[in-house]
């Protein structure tokens, strides 16, 4: 079936079919011939070419989507804001999981690129990145979601992480404690930067307060596990521990059992990005909550708005994040820690 066979069905013209049946000009035709003709498609099955709209318009209406680790709790909410903003303008998100390493990562945006992608929205960035810093020069359209590049000045989507981290230390010192770690992410991290930053401005707010920063070689729980492993092992234990993100935290808890302590009559624990399995752990997870869907969707309008303007421009949002107290963190039991 073609165009022309649904022109013929619903009486109307071909460009008044090509128009109804395009998310981005249907608001162009009458609602009545509109849905006259998305009758005469359906009942005639017929499927819009979407390569030979692509060579018609210069676009594919897709974008690219590259992710981490799709494994990650923290990024399929992101997708889904991603795709709930895309569908309704008719464009499709490709998505692509690079396990974090950056042959795969090069691999999925060049196999992205060749499928004529419209844009990016890339939440793989690191402070020096090639790769995005290529794609800049080239003049691809990209968003950065959740952690941007200071290499490039494009647009950039996270949550309010310095807000976030503030506040759980607040809360911490609020509860009595003196000796607090922070488990940072890999320093080439925008997120680590920004979060270890914030998180010895805040303790250094707050007279006789102590924070350490210890990196970790990557957000996920075998690192917190190590990492905390080693602080224990050392007789280096804080009274509590905010760590860079949940899955960090889960280590954590993982590591204060292996060496029969209790979380939190021995060590606090705070996580940040507020997973929804946090609430079912044992205990259940103090965290900042991010707003991860909302995140995706302002990653997407922003692209959406770059490429309908052929404009690429540095915008960073930085949306809000919450501070979820939960039982993992109660005042420290060691009366020689507390002022």
């Known amino acids: 079936m073609t165009i022309a066979d649904v022109a013929a069905r619903a009486g109307v013209h071909k460009a008044t079919v090509s128009r109804a049946l395009n998310k981005m000009t249907e608001h162009q035709v009458n609602q009545a011939t509109a849905r006259r003709v998305r009758k005469a498609a359906q009942e005639l099955g017929y499927v819009a070419n979407a390569v030979a709209r692509g060579l018609r318009t210069n676009s594919s209406m897709t974008i690219g989507v590259i992710i981490p680790d799709l494994t990650n709790p923290l990024f399929p909410p992101m997708v889904r804001g991603i795709e709930h903003y895309l569908a309704p303008h008719g464009y499709t998100a490709l998505i692509a999981n690079t396990d974090g390493d950056d042959d795969l990562e090069r691999a999925a945006f060049d196999s992205l690129s060749g499928r004529r992608v419209d844009g990016f929205i890339i939440a793989t960035g690191r402070m020096h990145h090639e790769l995005i810093a290529d794609a800049y020069r080239r003049g691809v359209h990209v968003v950065m979601l959740n952690r941007g590049t200071t290499d490039v000045p494009y647009s950039l989507v996270t949550g309010s992480d310095a807000a976030g981290v503030t506040a759980a230390v607040d809360h911490l010192v609020g509860l009595g404690h003196r000796d607090?770690?922070?488990l940072a992410g890999p320093k080439d991290f925008t997120t680590s930067t920004v979060r270890s930053g914030a998180f010895l401005a805040a303790v250094g707010r707050h007279a006789g307060v102590t924070g350490r920063l210890v990196p970790t070689p990557a957000l996920t729980i075998d690192a917190g596990l190590a990492c905390?492993?080693?602080?224990?092992?050392h007789g280096d234990a804080p009274t509590a521990v905010v760590a860079g993100n949940d899955m960090l935290a889960?280590?954590?808890l993982r590591a204060l059992r292996q060496h029969g302590?209790?979380?939190?009559?021995?060590?606090?624990v705070v996580g940040f990005n507020g997973m929804d399995s946090?609430?079912?752990?044992?205990?259940?997870l103090t965290t900042v909550q991010v707003p991860h869907f909302e995140m995706g969707t302002e990653a997407a309008r922003l692209l959406l708005d770059d490429i309908a303007s052929d404009e690429q421009r540095s915008v960073t949002v930085?949306?809000?994040?919450t501070l979820i107290i939960r039982e993992s963190t109660a005042a420290p039991r060691r009366a020689a820690l507390v002022a």
Do not use: I
Request: aromatic share 0%.
């Open 180 to 182: 607090l770690v922070h």
């Open 228 to 233: 905390m492993d080693e602080l224990l092992r």
């Open 278 to 284: 946090t609430e079912d752990l044992n205990p259940p």
């Open 318 to 321: 930085s949306l809000p994040a």
């Open 250 to 252: 889960v280590g954590v």
């Open 261 to 268: 302590l209790r979380c939190p009559d021995d060590v606090s």
